[in-house]
């Protein structure tokens, strides 16, 4: 069964950069169609962005120009480098594996990304 | 872009009793495009149901999804202690890709 772990997480001030990790494991990321999805302290689900095996890739309208989504197939590796961070970027940063229609049938952990000055 | 409502917001309900969850879409959406998640405190979503009624591998038979437009149901026939939780409705599909409902907790009575 394959798994994905998070990680690069942190505390950031305002406008700083990060960029999150998704390592995956049992699933080829070059494979699948890869999604982020965040989750704001006690709020509900917000889907960020997701990788096409084609190289295609898509964004929320709320982190367009900011985020950026790629892959490094070598190591089977997921990335989400966020720019100009804001205090609502704060959540929790899970990265998925659609499966069936945008289903997620594998999600990682999560990561903790905290703004705050 | 598709809006997704979930009701009640919060269910009040006793191990052994059953529930009923429902989403409903701001517009006729295929049923493919329609899954349900269950989310523990601390936890990653779990896929319980995609293509609005298909159970998702390890999920148990007391979880059926059914519905098709607009109108969408969760059912846990039996409720277990493990099953308080938050389970939040999606939807896929153009910008934004996925689409997910505010949530409906299920808490023990």
């Known amino acids: 069964e394959g798994q994905l772990v998070e990680s690069g997480g942190g505390v950031i001030q305002p406008g700083g950069s990060l960029r999150l990790s998704c390592a995956a494991s049992?699933?080829?990321?070059?494979?699948?169609?890869m999604s982020w999805v965040r989750q704001a302290p006690g709020k509900g689900l917000e889907w960020v962005s997701v990788s096409y095996g084609d190289g295609n890739r898509f964004y929320a309208d709320s982190v367009r120009g900011r985020f950026t989504i790629s892959r490094d197939n070598s190591k089977n590796t997921m990335y989400l480098h966020m720019n100009g961070l804001r205090a609502d970027d704060t959540a929790v940063y899970f990265c998925?594996?659609?499966?069936?229609?945008?289903?997620?049938?594998?999600w990682g952990q999560g990561t903790m990304v905290t703004v705050s000055s | 872009e598709i809006v997704l409502t979930q009701s009640p917001g919060t269910l009040s309900l006793s191990p052994g009793e059953g529930a009923t969850l429902s989403c409903r879409a701001s517009q006729s959406v295929s049923s493919n495009n329609l899954a349900w998640y269950q989310q523990r405190p601390g936890q990653a979503p779990r896929l319980l149901i995609f293509?609005?009624?298909t159970r998702a591998t390890g999920i148990p038979d007391r979880f059926s999804g059914s519905g098709s437009g607009t109108d969408f149901t969760l059912t846990i026939s039996t409720l277990e202690p493990e099953d308080f939780a938050v389970y939040y409705c999606q939807h896929f599909g153009n910008l934004p890709r996925l689409t997910f409902g505010g949530g409906t907790k299920v808490e023990i009575k």
């Open positions: 998925a594996r659609e499966y069936f229609f945008g289903a997620c049938d594998i």
């Open positions: 049992g699933v080829t990321v070059s494979d699948n169609y």
């Open positions: 293509g609005a009624s």
